[in-house]
């Protein structure tokens, strides 16, 4: 009889245990430090970044142009990419939430670059991005010697993305 117990009990324990870790990282998803989706701005004059969920991920892609930006990859190393329109371009695939941070690869078309990049969410309501051209966790573990930058929330959306004079 204990046996049955003890085995009813290991096997409700294996079903509450994996719900009980997504409603965790839901909670953590869309709290207000870690909610993220929505327009940002790389850095001042640049590319406007959209943010959004994709599944149990978080996916980027160009959502506006920086004042005298090419209107097309041209930096990209891929000769074939070259011509492809920056505008909609996605930038950031599936980036997963680890508990303190969102964390994938970012390319960059303003220097051609793949990135591992960790996003996290300020106190200040902007968004911290550190990354290097590294790849893996260990990447993002040395982010002293990489790129950091803040990306600021843009509250009104900006132009169209076919229009480049944005500032």
């Not at 941070?101 to 968004?127: E, F, H, R």
């Not at 790129?147 to 993305?161: F, G, N």
Request: glycine residues 10%.
């Amino acid at each position: 009889m204990r046996a049955h117990v003890v085995a009813g009990l290991v096997a409700l324990a294996a079903l509450v245990g994996p719900v009980q870790d997504r409603v965790q990282a839901d909670e953590m998803v869309t709290s207000p430090q870690t909610k993220i989706d929505g327009l940002w701005r790389m850095t001042p004059g640049t590319l406007v970044v959209a943010l959004a969920r994709c599944g149990e991920n978080l996916c980027g892609k160009v959502a506006a142009l920086g004042k005298g930006m090419a209107r097309t990859d041209v930096l990209n190393p891929v000769p074939a990419e070259q011509t492809r329109a920056l505008c909609g371009l996605p930038i950031m695939p599936a980036m997963r939430w680890d508990g303190y941070a969102w964390s994938g690869t970012l390319y960059d078309p303003q220097d051609g670059t793949v990135y591992s990049v960790a996003l996290m969410p300020a106190d200040d309501g902007t968004l911290s991005v550190y990354g290097n051209t590294g790849t893996g966790e260990e990447a993002l573990m040395m982010r002293s010697f990489g790129r950091s930058e803040t990306w600021t929330r843009l509250e009104v959306p900006p132009a169209s993305c076919a229009e480049p004079n944005l500032s």
